[in-house]
């Protein structure tokens, strides 16, 4: 733009220098010394009054430098120009620069990242496997000492040598502060692996996968074994599982045994009479007992006949929230079996949220007897029965827990109790106890998971 302006002013000052020549030229015709007709064109000197030598030099001169200067500017300006140019290409080759190395940057944190990830997930593996060694160490049998009263365990006592307790793990120490509480006089050692009679609970292994539910729908669900079937068409080998994620929850799957369930492939699909309510049914002689959808109501369903064979309220229990576990899931009737029958675990108002535990009968629903606890029951997440005894779990998440409160029907009395209880899959919503296949059955995170448990006799007379 400049270059115009100057070449419009250039242009301006030839043709004022033009008017100004011609104010002073002057043209003349004569005939020269021959004859012929001849032009003079004649321009008066402003500098000089006469000619004195040159020819006209000064006048070249003149317009030669102004011509010079005029050729310096345009070529000053045609220089600024170009350096405007290189200037915006060297800021775009700045710029490019810049966005290559923001570009590397981010690709090398990319990097970075999948590394931590890497060894995130390598952390994970040493915690998960030290884990399963501290759970080893913990099931090892004590050392035994002979006294005089005969051959006993003395568990009240552990050597600092133990590896189990070098460990340092906290369960360890909750369980051996609890083992203290109880005097070691009131168990009778097993008679080796093979003990099938009645007992406390001693441990509790490790969780052993067979089955993980496809659907959302299987995130919460039960999923039994009968362990006193009846007759020829379902026996203890048929798996039944019930996915509870729903509004309208009455499909019963039929599995003719493990393998069928872990290839997900139903014998049968039968449908109940009335909608479920939550995890706690259980299935007990060729029956499946469940609680009907938001009611206090407990349905007995003969899965030979498929057929509703009995109903009846339980008296005062609550339901659909009153007083459920605490995972919430509507778990306010539980309903479990074991080597004493069929149970009930729920509460009332009058218990003020406390654990009732009531014996059915297990042909009309009745109730038997029942017993009020001290434990809150939305403060366990979830409980079983082994031996007419009521067993409840501390946590539904942490992946190492404790069962962590027993209640002896028998005698009426509770207590504290660390059994180290594991949720791999960090969300149990079911644990039940099958007394035909000494197993616990729990359903973790979509995952059907079993438990072996292991029983310690006890002393008659004990309190």
Not at 220 to 247: A, C, F, H, S
Not at 252 to 268: H, I, N, T, V, W
Request: proline fraction near 4%.
């Amino acid at each position: 733009m400049w270059l115009q302006v100057f070449v419009l002013y250039l242009s301006c000052l030839t043709l004022a220098s033009q008017s100004q020549r011609d104010d002073r030229a002057s043209l003349r015709r004569s005939n020269d010394h021959t004859g012929r007709c001849q032009y003079t064109f004649t321009v008066a000197s402003p500098e000089e009054s006469s000619c004195t030598g040159g020819g006209g030099a000064p006048e070249t001169e003149g317009v030669l430098s102004r011509l010079t200067l005029l050729e310096a500017l345009v070529s000053r300006l045609v220089a600024g120009g170009e350096e405007g140019e290189v200037g915006t290409g060297v800021e775009e080759g700045s710029l490019q620069e810049a966005y290559s190395q923001v570009t590397g940057e981010r690709n090398q944190l990319q990097q970075d990242k999948e590394r931590l990830s890497r060894q995130v997930k390598e952390l994970q593996r040493r915690v998960a496997e030290l884990g399963q060694e501290a759970e080893t160490l913990r099931q090892k049998p004590c050392q035994q000492t002979h006294s005089s009263g005969g051959g006993q365990h003395d568990i009240s006592q552990r050597p600092a040598s133990d590896p189990a307790y070098e460990f340092g793990n906290a369960a360890y120490q909750e369980m051996k502060a609890e083992v203290t509480e109880v005097p070691a006089s009131r168990l009778i050692p097993e008679a080796g692996h093979n003990f099938t009679g009645c007992g406390e609970l001693v441990s509790v292994g490790e969780p052993v996968l067979h089955r993980k539910a496809d659907g959302i729908t299987g995130k919460y669900g039960v999923w039994l074994q009968d362990p006193e079937p009846k007759g020829p068409l379902y026996t203890n080998k048929t798996v039944w599982r019930i996915d509870t994620v729903g509004k309208d929850v009455r499909q019963l799957f039929a599995y003719e045994d493990m393998e069928q369930l872990s290839r997900g492939f139903p014998m049968k699909v039968l449908l109940l009479p009335e909608p479920v309510e939550s995890t706690g049914a259980t299935v007990y002689r060729g029956s499946l007992y469940y609680q009907r959808r938001r009611s206090r109501t407990l349905i007995r369903y003969d899965l030979a006949s498929e057929s509703l064979a009995a109903r009846l309220d339980l008296p005062h229990a609550g339901f659909h929230g009153q007083h459920p576990y605490s995972w919430g899931g509507y778990t306010d009737i539980d309903l479990a079996v074991d080597e004493r029958g069929l149970w009930a675990i729920y509460s009332t108002s009058k218990a003020k949220g406390a654990i009732v535990i009531s014996q059915l009968d297990p042909e009309s629903l009745e109730v038997k007897q029942s017993w009020e606890t001290n434990i809150r029951k939305n403060t366990v997440a979830n409980a079983f029965m082994v031996c007419g005894r009521l067993y409840t779990v501390a946590s539904y998440t942490a992946p190492n827990t404790t069962v962590n409160h027993v209640f002896d029907t028998a005698t009426g009395a509770g207590r504290a109790v660390a059994v180290p209880f594991k949720n791999k899959y960090r969300y149990n919503s079911m644990v039940d106890y099958n007394h035909g296949q000494r197993k616990l059955y729990a359903w973790d995170n979509f995952h059907m998971v079993t438990y072996d448990v292991r029983l310690g006799r006890v002393s008659h007379g004990s309190s």
